[in-house]
């Protein structure tokens, strides 16, 4: 729309000023072209700035594009207000009047072709960075997911190595064995599994060395019993044996 707006006003403000006149509805008519110009370069710039403006590499591309630009549309709409629309006497030049709106023209395409290459690359930067931004999100999915494996492989393990530690101490304890060792282990469930194996494993030894005391006491003792059962009976022998000699002694006496 720019350089359509600038290639009208140019053609009919030649074509005025090399009839060297013009009718009010052609000023009215340039004066607009005039206003068009402005008001689509305006657009223009707000849009280029836009496009660069977190982008800082083709913000630098385009500045020097967009400054020559800027200088030519001026001074092509410069002309076409001090030669055409302001001056009452149309005696410019035509052939210099469309060189330099022609010149004004160009530079617009010239910045159309530098930012085109310069949006082309910041694209192309940006694919590139999307493309390795998922590169760099399914590497963390799989590291996430090796990660995830090794922890459930370490848990089944530690889980296994402490319940067949558990099993194996119940056996010994169900074979008679009390002096079996509990291996410390950590503070999870399998953890409290052990440990309440080895608080059974110690009041069952505890029980076990307190019947086998009350055992030994009541052998102790019967062993007393008995021996003083042997005593017994060996004075009431010698007493019988008394008593038989005194009664022959009184036989004897009678």
Known sequence: HLTEA?????????????????????????????????????????????????????RAALTGALDAAMGAADKGLAALDTHLIRSPALT?????????????IEAQFKLVDV??????????????????????????????????????????????????????????????DLTVEVPATSHDEAGQVLAALERMKTNLARTVGSVRGNAESVATASAQIAQGNQDLSSRTEEQASSLQQTAASMEQLG
């Open 6 to 58: 600038f290639g009208q006003a140019r053609g009919l403000g030649a074509a005025i000023l090399g009839s060297g006149s013009a009718t009010q509805e052609d000023r009215a008519r340039i004066s607009h072209l005039g206003g068009a110009v402005t008001q689509r370069f305006a657009e223009a710039r707000k849009y280029f700035d836009l496009a660069v403006r977190d982008d800082p590499v083709a």
């Open 92 to 104: 410019y030049p035509a052939a210099e009047f469309y060189d330099q709106v022609t010149h004004a």
């Open 115 to 176: 930012a085109m290459t310069a949006l082309g690359t910041a694209l192309e930067r940006q694919v590139q960075a999307a493309r390795n931004e998922i590169v760099l999100v399914l590497g963390l999915g799989a590291a996430f997911a090796v990660l995830a494996a090794w922890f459930m492989w370490t848990v089944t393990r530690v889980t296994t190595a402490t319940m067949s530690a558990a099993l194996a101490v119940a056996e010994a304890v169900a074979a008679g």
